[in-house]
């Protein structure tokens, strides 16, 4: 794949596969390395988030309080990329 934004001169190589980092184990990873599990929160993943003329981020992880279940406490952005195809 290529990609050439106004910058560019050419196109750069680039391959981006989302898809292929979609499993239970680094989901449950990346929530645990930056929400640690504790009786006050709990986290939820939301796909596909529009952040409107930039385009969308993968993922957002929110942090919400258990007393307050609509109080996002934190939240992290989740763009995966990939450096080759298999």
Known sequence: MGY???FL???APIVICPHRFNTGSVFS???N???PPNADSFPRW???VSIGPGGSI???LAKFNRANPTLIENFVCIEFQASSAT
């Open 58 to 60: 993968d993922y957002v």
């Open 33 to 35: 390395h930056y929400f």
């Open 46 to 48: 939301a796909p596909e």
């Open 9 to 11: 001169k050419a196109f």
């Open 29 to 31: 990873d990346i929530a």
């Open 4 to 6: 050439k934004a106004q």
